[in-house]
């Protein structure tokens, strides 16, 4: 894939989501470039995961439109389930298979196998950091391993786009620490990322923010400027100014 | 193919992980099969019986015997009154209560019409029926007698007996119950542990929310739905394989037909009844909530509406016309065909259609359910 880097890779335009009378997400607008850590933050409700949910294909939209790696979400979601990484918040491994048996599942509904399969699961398996655990029963690991195998197993088919839906709920401050360093290390590596997180520290990492409130964008910069143009100290004082 | 592969390869180490589901699926159809195989008879026999005889004389003596002669009535109480008979009856002590009334030998060798009370319990209608049934044919059996020594007594020698019955009992001569119900039960237990089993193992995924992991990979809905239907095409398998076994052990159930067409009509009778199990974890959220509809839906219907019971052609018409959405009354009508009628493809095939129909019907409404996007 030859394209432009500052081509946007993922693009949504008015994308909103109507559930009965209760609209989830309203006209939202943003585009998201090649390599870019761009992250959704907001309360619980907000509508973060929903968004993430249309551009996975898991849910339809109402109305708008919104273009994954190229393709639209509406007309093409196989092509974009091939190009995507999804890891949430419940981090859906299978807990009663071990660290290799979900490594293996996982590359296979992707279509990995053979040496390729093999090379990710080496691969992923020191990224995770569990290397020597093949054989452990993914429902004994501690919940800051879950969440490295969980990602590990949404990278297996390298995917140039991955969407992370609240993945650091759950964990202790130095595992999400880590967990970040992860994030960054892959971004580096030219794969776009959108992440939504109701931590304001975590969103000091991201490239870009958009600030999601009852559905609405409200603001959509970096993180610097955010502070800067609301005159805040911090994020969390910028989102209190532009959510009231 | 490869996705496939994966779902099976993970569906058969998740079934490994878990003994204890494994054995429920195989174990408790082959406990019930026996329990119920036991429990449920439909043979009438040792029909509790009290006698009042007011005749007390040889002809009333040998009424008796050969009343008692057959498994079919033991003689509980001999009364003599008819106000002990009632309160027999009452308490349910007896089913039956014969009188034999004073003057009943002499008035049959004058030939005169002799009234024989015998007053039963209905309250279980079928064991009723069965009862005045025997009673018919003992009197008939008196009156044969009677007849003939009169008869030759005026010096007829009487060369015609008449209409005389010869039943010849095909297929079941023994007029055994557990050969009819056998069959039947092993459709209404293999309905339920296949509607079962696969609607938990798909609503675990989504109560896990793994299933949404699988959701945004590229695979297509018919690799995963195969993939989670096989394993359990082999444990059924399994499972119809140790129930025909017990069937066979504990009540004398051989197979008179072909094994490679019970295997095709079993195979068939699967589709249909996993094609179900899907659907119905497509509309369901909880496994609780996916148990309880898995259980109404396949053990009820199958019970009332297959014709495991209650014949088919004693319904009333409208329901007569639900019991064609109902997987094992094409089943279970198949297989007792095989097993004791050793019927052949010809006789079976509209049954064999029926579960085609089925399920194509349920698995192309489940694969439809199963759409990837909400």
């Known amino acids: 894939?030859?394209?432009?880097?500052?081509?946007?890779?993922?693009?949504?335009?008015?994308?909103?989501?109507?559930?009965?009378?209760?609209?989830?997400?309203?006209?939202?607008?943003?585009?998201?470039?090649?390599?870019?850590?761009?992250?959704?933050?907001?309360?619980?409700?907000?509508?973060?995961?929903?968004?993430?949910?249309?551009?996975?294909?898991?849910?339809?939209?109402?109305?708008?439109?919104?273009?994954?790696?190229?393709?639209?979400?509406?007309?093409?979601?196989?092509?974009?389930?091939?190009?995507?990484?999804?890891?949430?918040?419940?981090?859906?491994?299978?807990?009663?298979l071990t660290v290799a048996e979900n490594i293996a599942f996982f590359g296979g509904i992707y279509g990995l196998q053979g040496a390729r399969l093999r090379d990710r699961t080496a691969t992923v398996m020191t990224l995770a950091g569990l290397t020597g655990q093949e054989n452990h029963l993914t429902g004994t690991l501690s919940g800051a391993l879950q969440q490295r195998l969980a990602l590990g197993c949404a990278i297996l088919h390298e995917p140039p786009i991955l969407f992370l839906d609240e993945p650091t709920s759950g964990v202790d401050p130095v595992s999400r620490r880590e967990f970040w360093d992860l994030i960054r290390g892959l971004s580096a590596r030219g794969i776009t990322i959108l992440v939504t997180t109701h931590f304001m520290d975590e969103a000091e990492f991201c490239d870009r923010l958009g600030f999601i409130n009852a559905g609405r964008l409200i603001a959509l910069d970096t993180p610097a400027r955010i502070k800067t143009t609301t005159g805040s100290a911090t994020l969390e004082a910028a989102f209190i100014k532009l959510a009231t | 193919?490869?996705?496939?592969?994966?779902?099976?390869?993970?569906?058969?180490?998740?079934?490994?992980?878990?003994?204890?589901?494994?054995?429920?699926?195989?174990?408790?159809?082959?406990?019930?099969?026996?329990?119920?195989?036991?429990?449920?008879?439909?043979?009438?026999?040792?029909?509790?019986?009290?006698?009042?005889?007011?005749?007390?004389?040889?002809?009333?003596?040998?009424?008796?015997?050969?009343?008692?002669?057959?498994?079919?009535?033991?003689?509980?109480?001999?009364?003599?009154?008819?106000?002990?008979?009632?309160?027999?009856l009452d308490h349910g002590r007896v089913r039956a209560v014969l009188a034999i009334p004073r003057g009943y030998a002499r008035s049959l060798a004058r030939g005169e019409a002799v009234n024989l009370q015998v007053l039963v319990d209905a309250s279980d209608a079928n064991t009723a029926t069965t009862t005045i049934g025997y009673f018919d044919a003992l009197s008939d059996r008196i009156n044969r007698r009677v007849r003939f020594a009169a008869l030759t007594h005026a010096g007829v020698t009487p060369a015609l007996q008449g209409v005389v019955l010869e039943p010849r009992i095909w297929f079941n001569p023994e007029l055994s119950s557990a050969k009819f119900l056998v069959p039947g039960l092993i459709g209404l237990l293999l309905m339920l542990s296949a509607v079962v089993a696969t609607s938990l193992s798909i609503v675990r995924e989504k109560e896990r929310e793994t299933m949404e992991q699988i959701m945004v990979s590229p695979i297509r809905p018919r690799e995963l739905i195969l993939g989670k239907l096989l394993p359990y095409v082999l444990i059924c398998l399994v499972t119809m394989s140790m129930v025909l076994l017990l069937g066979y052990f504990l009540f004398g159930v051989t197979i008179r037909g072909s094994f490679l067409l019970l295997g095709l009509t079993t195979l068939l009778f699967l589709f249909a009844a996993l094609g179900m199990g899907v659907l119905i974890s497509t509309v369901t959220r909880t496994q609780q909530m996916a148990f309880q509809v898995a259980v109404l839906a396949s053990m009820l219907p199958a019970i009332i509406l297959s014709g495991f019971i209650f014949p088919i052609q004693n319904m009333p018409v409208a329901i007569q016309g639900i019991t064609y959405l109902i997987i094992p009354r094409y089943f279970v009508e198949a297989i007792r065909g095989i097993i004791l009628k050793n019927a052949s493809f010809i006789d079976i095939w509209p049954q064999l259609l029926g579960l085609l129909i089925l399920g194509l019907l349920f698995n192309l409404l489940a694969t439809g359910r199963t759409r990837k996007t909400a």
């Open chain 2, 1 to 88: 193919m490869k996705r496939f592969f994966a779902i099976l390869k993970k569906e058969f180490r998740q079934i490994r992980r878990d003994p204890l589901s494994l054995g429920l699926l195989v174990f408790v159809p082959a406990m019930l099969l026996s329990l119920y195989g036991y429990a449920l008879s439909f043979d009438v026999k040792h029909i509790r019986i009290a006698v009042l005889d007011d005749d007390q004389t040889p002809e009333s003596r040998s009424l008796q015997d050969s009343l008692f002669q057959n498994p079919y009535f033991d003689r509980i109480a001999t009364i003599t009154s008819p106000r002990e008979g009632a309160g027999l």
């Open chain 1, 1 to 96: 894939m030859s394209r432009d880097p500052s081509e946007p890779v993922i693009e949504t335009r008015d994308l909103s989501k109507v559930f009965g009378r209760f609209t989830a997400v309203d006209r939202v607008s943003f585009s998201i470039r090649r390599g870019e850590i761009f992250g959704f933050l907001g309360p619980n409700g907000a509508g973060k995961s929903t968004t993430i949910r249309m551009l996975c294909g898991l849910l339809s939209s109402s109305s708008g439109t919104a273009q994954v790696n190229g393709h639209d979400i509406n007309r093409e979601p196989e092509l974009i389930r091939e190009a995507i990484g999804y890891m949430s918040q419940k981090f859906s491994l299978y807990r009663d």
